[in-house]
């Protein structure tokens, strides 16, 4: 398994951009990434997801807006996020997923993302 750390979080107004990173400790060259956001009393939910084939999923509500992406050399996984909204503040996580022969998945600790109105 892989440790994953988040950073890039941080207070946006309306409108803007913030990139998210995620940096795996070790390599992430087939495994599923992924990005989830959670508000406190809510379910996480998926926000984007970027197979190792480099085909993307995004959740309706940030298509068009947010950008997934990887770098497999750096093992370092992205979300760039443009027209930022406040329903956008969460606390975002990056997820890992190896769906070989045995399965496991690993989680960051979150990054905080606020955007002001």
């Known amino acids: 398994q892989v440790q994953l750390v988040e950073s890039g979080g941080g207070l946006v107004q309306a409108g803007g951009s913030l990139r998210l990173s995620c940096a795996a400790s070790?390599?992430?060259?087939?495994?599923?990434m992924g990005w989830y956001r959670q508000a406190p009393g809510t379910q996480r939910e998926l926000v984007a997801t970027i197979m190792r084939s480099g085909s993307t999923n995004y959740a309706d509500s940030v298509k068009g807006r947010f950008t997934i992406s990887r770098d497999n050399a750096k093992k370092m996984m992205y979300l760039q996020m443009n027209s930022l909204k406040p329903e956008d503040t969460d606390v975002y996580y990056c997820?890992?997923?190896?769906?070989?022969?045995?399965?496991?998945?690993?989680w960051g600790q979150g990054t905080q993302v606020t955007v002001s109105s």
């Open positions: 070790g390599s992430i060259f087939r495994l599923t």
């Open positions: 997820k890992a997923q190896d769906f070989g022969g045995y399965y496991w998945e690993s």
